[in-house]
């Protein structure tokens, strides 16, 4: 099965920008990949997603903020994270239909 780790978190101010990473060990390009979060007593919530194609979507909270990407060939998804806030602090996490990373803390604070 593929396994999917993710990198790039760590603490940032308000304001800054972090690109975070996740690494397939198995191919990509057939699946659609997406970029979710879970903050402290919250539920876990999507973030971004990118089709096989490369057609891209949001959700609201990130628009215009945070860009997905992948490079197939690299097996590696990307989400590169700006103007970041501190309501943006959660663990996130990759995913590839119902495979999981086991997630990168992403803290925003002054």
């Known amino acids: 099965q593929v396994q999917l780790v993710e990198s790039g978190g760590g603490l940032v101010q308000p304001g800054g920008s972090l690109t975070l990473s996740c690494a397939a060990s198995?191919?990509?390009?057939?699946?659609?990949m997406g970029w979710y979060r879970q903050a402290p007593g919250k539920q876990r919530e999507l973030v971004a997603l990118?089709?096989?194609?490369?057609?891209?979507n949001y959700a609201d909270f990130v628009k215009g903020r945070f860009t997905i990407s992948r490079d197939n060939g690299k097996k590696t998804v990307y989400l590169q994270m700006d103007s970041l806030k501190p309501e943006d602090t959660a663990v996130y996490f990759c995913?590839?239909?119902?495979?999981w990373g086991q997630g990168t803390q992403v803290t925003v604070s002054s």
């Open positions: 995913s590839r239909g119902n495979v």
């Open positions: 198995g191919s990509i390009f057939m699946y659609a």
């Open positions: 990118i089709t096989s194609t490369g057609t891209t």
